[in-house]
């Protein structure tokens, strides 16, 4: 495998949004991102009830104190919220004509934020790296900023640089859901956003300006909105329904679809997002049709260790046979202690119409404080 087929394979399934969210927290009764995060669609700064929940309810054993920034040596105000994460990846890839290995800094990010009864205000620096060839070089960048206001306590007005909410929002970016709809690493673009979290019902409505800085390493240049609404049942289970539009300079597309989180016990549970794509070509005023599938049925061995198996499925373009493509593997995730996470996944992957196979192995290390 060369090294730009590399180059789309690492941007395309390695990478991890800047922090980590965990749907999932549903099956333990939290309906609402903001259970955990300052930010109201998950990721980036934990609250201080989400620092608790890292420790009693992720991880497998941690001492008191242990979870909080700097493991509670710095004193801090429960009102300014401070995060760090570190997170490297060594991947492995072998099909028919060629073995590679490597290993990558994904992420070396810092942010800070502050946050009040009605008002908060966040923002990120760190490294992103830039791939040309067999060279690369690094530079400094806000992934996300943003200020939002509380009117009161289920609905959020947020204006900023963020990820909008789509689906499962699922922070596992190798996902086809997440991947090949373009809504994977680095794709933070220029939003205006409205929430409502209540206690049964969730709804997202943003507004994106995409690339507003115009920045030529955008991933996600699209102008657009998405909505996104979500409802929580039986104090474990949550169905959602998602539609995106977007724009710009080269297609025109609509993307929608169902997610569920489903727990059948307190051990098993499964992730599944379906979305039906239709984008308009400009280019030769064509339209292509499709659907792309994920699902991963995951199991608690005990806490902080969940085993999973998962399967993927796409036909972005159905009247192209070589664009169907399926994969399915087992991984394990283990959290041994508050700031510490590992990620161990096998996959097959398929070209359906010429059984074109490939395996990948890959390891992720998180370390986030």
């Not at 051990?267 to 599944?272: G, M």
Request: aromatic share 16%.
């Amino acid at each position: 495998m060369n090294i730009v087929a590399w180059g789309v394979v690492l941007g395309a399934i390695l990478f991890s949004q800047s922090s980590f969210s965990y749907p999932d927290l549903s099956r333990h009764g939290y309906t609402n991102c903001t259970a955990c995060h300052l930010s109201p669609s998950g990721g980036g700064l934990l609250t201080s009830y989400g620092r608790e929940l890292s420790k009693e309810v992720l991880s497998t054993w941690g001492k008191d104190g242990e979870q909080y920034f700097a493991y509670g040596k710095i004193s801090h105000d429960e009102n300014v919220l401070l995060g760090a994460y570190i997170r490297g990846l060594q991947a492995y890839r072998e099909d028919e004509n060629k073995k590679d290995a490597r290993f990558i800094l994904m992420q070396a990010d810092i942010e800070a934020g502050y946050n009040s009864l009605k008002w908060a205000v966040a923002a990120s620096l760190g490294r992103q790296e830039i791939r040309s060839g067999q060279s690369s070089e690094g530079r400094l960048v806000s992934r996300r900023f943003y200020l939002f206001y509380r009117p009161d306590e289920k609905w959020n007005l947020r204006v900023g640089k963020f990820l909008h909410f789509y689906g499962l929002n699922d922070p596992n970016h190798y996902m086809y859901v997440r991947k090949d709809l373009n809504f994977g690493f680095d794709t933070e673009t220029y939003n205006v956003e409205a929430s409502f979290l209540g206690d049964r019902w969730n709804f997202y409505f943003t507004y994106s300006d995409g690339n507003l800085t115009r920045d030529k390493y955008a991933m996600l240049k699209e102008q657009g909105g998405t909505a996104s609404l979500s409802y929580f049942f039986l104090d474990k289970e949550k169905v959602g329904l998602s539609l995106y539009h977007g724009e710009d300079e080269t297609n025109r597309r609509w993307v929608f679809g169902p997610s569920a989180i489903l727990s059948f016990s307190s051990k098993w549970f499964l992730l599944a997002e379906f979305d039906w794509q239709s984008k308009d070509l400009k280019s030769t005023q064509s339209n292509q049709q499709g659907y792309v599938t994920s699902s991963r049925l995951n199991y608690e061995w005990i806490q902080g260790l969940i085993g999973f198996i998962s399967y993927d499925k796409k036909f972005l373009n159905q009247v192209d046979a070589n664009t169907e493509q399926q994969s399915y593997g087992l991984g394990m995730q283990f959290f041994p202690r508050p700031h510490l996470e590992a990620i161990a996944t096998w996959q097959k992957e398929e070209v359906i119409a010429t059984r074109a196979k490939s395996d990948l192995v890959w390891l992720l290390l998180h370390f986030y404080l």
